[in-house]
């Protein structure tokens, strides 16, 4: 059952890295209509994933933003399912298990935190000016749908080791 849950969560979260996340929908407020008669290629909505969001800040240069995501979005994900993969392997001493134990214990205080940065990520795209809008797609539940897998994977894991430690 935790392999099922991990492999679940991994494939959500591979799917949700590229599909749509979010879509900007750019506004200028009052001028909206003087905009799009001056550039209308300014006004058309624009649709990303998260992978599509970093490769866009990288060809800006926000190199801190490119890292936070890239680290709470994609590494620490990929790294938290690797660890929970060999945590459910059943290949293991008991030396092994508290190991990956304590490992688990401290992935769990950050295991909404890539949730976190996307809903930063969201909140300061929803403040722009001029009305532009921001809707969610259907890789953000994607995505979402990923972490709650991968947090009942832990619960599992967490579960089996109590066990054995005990």
Not at 4 to 30: D, N, Q, R, W, Y
Not at 45 to 74: H, N
Not at 107 to 134: C, D, H, N, R, Y
């Amino acid at each position: 059952m935790t392999k099922l849950l991990i492999l679940v969560s991994s494939v959500l979260l591979g799917i949700g890295l590229v599909a749509p996340t979010m879509t900007i929908h750019p506004k200028a407020g009052e001028f909206s209509w003087l905009v799009e008669i001056i550039d209308p290629q300014s006004m058309v909505p624009i649709t990303y994933s998260i992978i599509g969001i970093i490769i866009e800040l990288a060809q800006i240069k926000d190199w801190f933003l490119v890292a936070v995501l890239s680290i709470f979005s994609i590494l620490f994900p990929i790294s938290k399912l690797y660890i929970f993969w060999v945590a459910a392997s059943d290949q293991k001493t008991k030396g092994t298990f508290l190991t990956i134990y304590k490992v688990i214990n401290k992935l769990g205080k950050f295991s909404m935190a890539e949730v976190f940065v996307l809903s930063l990520l969201l909140i300061s795209l929803k403040t722009l000016p001029g009305g532009t809008e921001v809707n969610l797609e259907f890789g953000c539940m994607i995505y979402f749908l990923s972490v709650i897998f991968s947090i009942l994977s832990s619960f599992q894991i967490k579960k089996s080791d109590d066990r054995i430690v005990q």
